[in-house]
C-alpha cells in the first residue's frame, strides 16, 4: 500500500480510509487478514487515531469485522449478499431501460 502524499486536501482520516478500503477491494488483503493498527499506521505514515477511525467506517460499510482479543479482521465474502446484489441491479437496470425506451 502507498503512503499519504504530503500535499493533501481532505482529512487524513479519509485518505486512510481510501486505501485501506482500496486495498480490501484490490485483494491486497483477502478474507479473514488481520489489520493491525500499528502496522497499518506505520505502513502509512501516520498515527493510530486515523486509523482507527478509517477502520470504524470500514466495519459499519463491513468491510472489516472487530473481534474482541483478536482485533480488526477483513470480513468473509457473502455470496447470498453478492448474489441478492446482482437481483437488485439487474431490476433497476432494466427498469431503467424501459424508462429510457
Not at 20 to 31: H, L
Amino acid at each position: 500500500m502507498k503512503r499519504l502524499s504530503e500535499q493533501r486536501m481532505r482529512p487524513i482520516r479519509d485518505e486512510v480510509y481510501d486505501l485501506i478500503r482500496q486495498a480490501i477491494i484490490s485483494g491486497q488483503y483477502r478474507p479473514g487478514d488481520k489489520l493491525p493498527e500499528e502496522e497499518l499506521a506505520e505502513e502509512l505514515g501516520v498515527s493510530r487515531t486515523p486509523v482507527r477511525e478509517a477502520l470504524r467506517k470500514l466495519e459499519v460499510e463491513n468491510f472489516v469485522q472487530h473481534f474482541s482479543h483478536r482485533g480488526v479482521v477483513v470480513s468473509q465474502v457473502n455470496t447470498a449478499e453478492i448474489l441478492d446484489l446482482y437481483e437488485v441491479r439487474t431490476h433497476l437496470e432494466c427498469m431503467l431501460i424501459r424508462k429510457a425506451a
